[in-house]
């Protein structure tokens, strides 16, 4: 997992530097609960509420940076906007199932598309950041309503 010392190394080995904003958005990411994605104006939102003065023009540059650097995942969900969270390591690694009427998000692990990605990445010679798969779907609640009385 990224520490700020640890993210301000990275930036630095690219040409970068350590603001305080990319630690407060490192530091939100840190203490979402688990199972829980944010989009850009949804971290916005959070970090105006907690008295923080980020641009939104700046929370999306740098969502964008941490999520070409691994630290964040990109995530594809129904509402038609991407979201964000940390990037966790093996054992935390997990997919997305996504209801496409309601948006409901169900998370699950399968170690087999993660060792894919591995030795695919490998065999080809590049280096992972992240693997993820998510499925589009319609929830059995949402097939009941479709269907016709």
């Known amino acids: 997992m990224y520490t700020a010392s640890s993210l301000k190394a990275e930036l630095n080995h690219r040409g970068w530097r350590m603001t305080p904003q990319r630690e407060t958005i490192l530091q939100a990411f840190q203490n979402l609960a688990k199972g829980k994605h944010l989009s850009a104006e949804d971290l916005y939102n959070r970090l105006h509420a907690q008295g923080e003065n980020i641009s939104l023009a700046t929370i999306y ?12 995942r990109e ?36 170690d087999s598309i993660l060792r894919s990605g591995v030795k695919t990445a490998d065999k080809n010679g590049y280096h992972l950041l ?11 609640t949402c097939q009941r309503s479709l269907v016709p009385v």
């Open 61 to 72: 540059r740098t969502l964008k940076l941490m999520a070409r650097m691994g630290i964040l």
């Open 75 to 110: 995530l594809e969900l129904a509402e038609g906007h991407k979201h964000y969270e940390l990037n966790q390591p093996a054992p935390y690694h997990h997919h997305h199932l996504i209801c496409v009427r309601c948006n409901q998000t169900i998370e699950f692990k399968n």
């Open 130 to 140: 992240d693997c993820q798969l998510t499925i589009h779907a319609i929830c059995p």
